[in-house]
């Protein structure tokens, strides 16, 4: 049986896309149960130039934009957390716990994918979301803590590698780098990657810069990569595969 139940952890709107948009709409297809958690609204940041909205508009505005991304993609269910942007890591540690543990097991996804614990870019909520989720896959696999679903042991613990995601396509040596675990063409899924990423509206400026005004962003649209945290052995690195075939329940 394959690793088909992922659940994708990140910080803000758009994080799912900058990092793995390829990957996911691949496993949607592939039929794996998708779940995004998005900890908070992206509430202060960028509004576009020209602004597309009002400041007070932008958590509305970018709650509808992730969702049309998590459309694109496939995701099937997209929890957003109500936490204040750029301020993830003074969350109460026992509350994002609570909700995560909830989450983990209720879907007990075999792979969790979130941010490398440098958080990717050095963002602090990237850090935080990615210490908050370790946390909760340990909480959610002790059967002392009880909830009303049953404890879950995730399968495996994926990060974002330590690159940014829009240099995958240009590294030449990606495979031959420590870190990088799985390496996989995302071509056939280029499209659909560059529809979630404009989908994103409010933050063009970001995503023109680092992708669309390249000359080279077909190159750097199809290859995306992971990192395992741990879990079982992988049969090959870097994997050039996503799901990985492992005896899970
Ligand atoms: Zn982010």
Redesign the pocket.
């Known amino acids: 049986m394959s690793d088909r139940r992922i659940l994708f952890s990140f ?2 709107p ?2 799912e896309s900058f990092t793995g948009a390829g990957v996911t709409r691949m496993c949607a297809e592939a039929g794996a149960e998708l779940t995004l958690v998005t900890a908070t609204r992206g509430q202060a940041g960028k509004r576009g130039d020209p602004p597309l909205c009002a400041p007070e508009e932008l958590p509305a505005t970018r709650e509808r934009e992730l969702r049309a991304a998590a459309d694109i993609l496939g995701i099937q269910r997209l929890y957003l957390l109500d936490y204040e942007d750029k301020q993830l890591a003074d969350a109460e540690p026992e509350k994002i716990r609570t909700e995560l543990v909830d989450l983990l097991r209720r879907h007990r996804p075999h792979v969790v994918v979130t941010f490398d614990p440098n958080g990717l870019t050095g ?1 602090p ?2 850090k935080a979301i990615s210490r908050f989720t370790s946390d909760a896959i340990q909480a959610a696999a002790d059967p002392r803590l009880r909830t009303d679903a049953a404890p879950h042991q995730v399968t495996r613990l994926l990060w974002t590698p330590s690159l940014p995601p829009w240099e995958f396509g240009r590294q030449t040596d990606l495979a031959d780098r420590p870190g990088i675990d799985f390496v996989i063409d995302v071509g056939a899924w280029r499209e659909q990657k560059r529809a979630a990423l404009t989908a994103h509206r409010t933050q063009h400026l970001a995503v023109d810069r680092h992708w669309f005004g390249k000359p080279d962003v077909d190159r750097l649209l199809s290859v995306e990569a992971y990192r395992q945290a741990w879990g079982p052995t992988l049969p090959e690195r870097p994997m050039r595969k996503f799901l990985v075939d492992t005896p899970t329940e």
């Open positions: 910080a803000h758009d994080d963002h909520d990237h």
